[in-house]
């Protein structure tokens, strides 16, 4: 779908995969405007197939377009855009366990103008993949990156914009040398907070039957798979705390026991179960090290049965397409 500021969106079309024409002063390659989603399909048990709280991810685009100053795409003309894909791609679903359909809608800036300013035009598109589990079974280990910061205050880091990402590729090259799978981000002015992961939130389960996650302080991005594991969580008798996590506590924590349980989440990595984290000075594990925690699976289970039509949605999460 095309935007340009005298028409508005318009020219909605689906076709096959293609390359882009963009003229080399296209605003997104020299300043960046570009941000997207990351969204699922799955079969249902039963029949049929569905995404996964399709108006979030709708809303949280609106919020990322506001920040980078681009064009507002109403919330019903992203979810029909991606139902039309699904239903069209609907024999690229695959069926096995942990296995969807990965959509990823985005937005670039494509206005020809090498002035810097908020551009004019811009190309909404959507694109699909088949795609299996993010992880192996068992646990990932996390390297903590005390040389690089996702995201400053008054940053774009609540914002699903692509510059953080191509920000925060060293810091994961840094964690894969380290031997990790991944790498964990501190705050940025007193590097002693827990933040997030490349391309998931965190959450750690406290000996007290507590799930603690870092608060939404506009430094990461707001997950909807941690606002969907906070709402579970609660559902099950948890408590819950959106609370800072200092990052010696909690390897300290590890060592004591009193933090039982660390699980990254997101929708790619739904919820992987962590057991190591390394930084320069040591190593936390949460429980044997191997073995995913009893509340990570209890999670992950209640999520994915959601998610695949094996339990009750008595949240509405489900967005039913096909
Ligand atoms: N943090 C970052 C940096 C991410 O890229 C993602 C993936 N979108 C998440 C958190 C998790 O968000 P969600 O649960 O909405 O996929």
Not at 283 to 308: N, R, Y
Request: proline letters at 4%; glycine letters at 10%.
């Amino acid at each position: 779908i095309r935007y340009t500021e005298g028409e508005g969106w318009h020219d909605a079309k689906v076709t096959a995969r293609q390359p882009l024409t963009l003229d080399p002063a296209s605003s997104v390659l020299h300043y960046g405007q570009e941000i997207f989603e990351g969204m699922k399909a799955y079969r249902i048990a039963g029949g049929g197939v569905a995404t996964f709280r399709p108006e979030a991810n709708a809303r949280r685009f609106r919020e990322s377009a506001a920040r980078m100053a681009m064009a507002d795409l109403p919330e019903a003309l992203f979810v029909e855009a991606v139902d039309q894909l699904v239903k069209i791609d609907s024999e690229w679903v695959p069926s096995g366990d942990g296995q969807s359909l990965y959509l990823r809608p985005f937005m670039i800036a494509n206005e020809v103008f090498l002035g810097v300013k908020p551009a004019s035009e811009y190309l909404f598109m959507v694109i699909a993949c088949p795609v299996g589990a993010y992880f192996g079974k068992g646990c990932v280990s996390v390297w903590v990156s005390e040389d690089y910061t996702r995201a400053a205050p008054g940053g774009t880091g609540a914002a699903k914009c692509g510059g953080n990402y191509a920000g925060s590729l060293v810091a994961q090259a840094e964690s894969k040398k380290h031997g990790c799978d991944q790498v964990l981000f501190l705050d940025s002015r007193e590097q002693r907070f827990v933040e997030e992961m490349g391309g998931m939130n965190v959450m750690f389960v406290r000996d007290d039957n507590t799930l603690v996650t870092p608060p939404l302080t506009g430094t990461i991005l707001p997950g909807i798979t941690r606002d969907s594991i906070i709402r579970l969580a609660i559902q099950k008798g948890m408590k819950v705390e959106e609370a800072a996590v200092d990052i010696d506590e909690l390897f300290q924590g590890a060592a004591s026991g009193r933090y039982k349980e660390a699980f990254a989440c997101g929708t790619a990595a739904v919820l992987s179960p962590i057991g190591t984290l390394r930084r320069a000075g040591g190593v936390a594990t949460f429980g044997d090290g191997e073995t995913p925690g009893a509340v990570s699976v209890a999670l992950k289970k209640a999520l994915t049965d959601i998610q695949t039509g094996r339990s009750n949605d008595q949240q509405n999460w489900v967005h039913h397409i096909l």
